[in-house]
């Protein structure tokens, strides 16, 4: 979820870092929410927080997941585009939700998740969208440079 960079800043720190890469671990080896889904969740997160170092991971991951570069250009419009299922629809709209107004999920958000995913994805998901804003805001506070995607 994540690159080198970032843990070689935190470094200070070794148990903030080492706690950091065992929940991106968590969430990147175990669950059922299909991996394309968890990145782009952290693409959604990156873009909304203006994190061009976390945007450009991101791009580079998903590409490497076999995610077209025509679905990346339409991650903006996800809720028109037909590149995207309706789980992802789903998957997204609660990212941007969370992502702009971290106090709740609006209800109607909570229940389109649970059409398509059961308890456990839910709060895999919600997961995913907590480290990835956690991440995206600390690579913004130590201003991490961005390397574009291969």
Request: aromatic share 6%; net charge negative.
């Amino acid at each position: 979820m994540s690159d080198e960079r970032l843990f070689s800043a935190i470094a200070a720190r070794p148990q903030i870092a080492r706690t950091l890469a065992a929940h991106i671990r968590a969430l990147s080896d175990d669950g059922t929410v299909p991996a394309r889904t968890k990145e782009l969740i952290a693409l959604m997160v990156g873009w909304l927080n203006a994190c061009d170092y976390c945007t450009c991971v991101h791009e580079e991951i998903a590409l490497k997941l076999g995610i077209e570069t025509e679905t990346l250009a339409e991650l903006g419009d996800f809720a028109r585009s037909k590149r995207f299922s309706g789980a992802e629809r789903a998957a997204l709209t609660a990212t941007v939700s969370l992502t702009r107004e971290p106090r709740a999920l609006p209800p109607t958000v909570l229940a389109q998740l649970r059409e398509y995913y059961d308890e456990g994805e839910v709060i895999e998901i919600l997961a995913a969208i907590g480290v990835n804003n956690y991440v995206s805001r600390m690579s913004n506070a130590l201003s991490l440079e961005p390397t574009p995607a291969r």
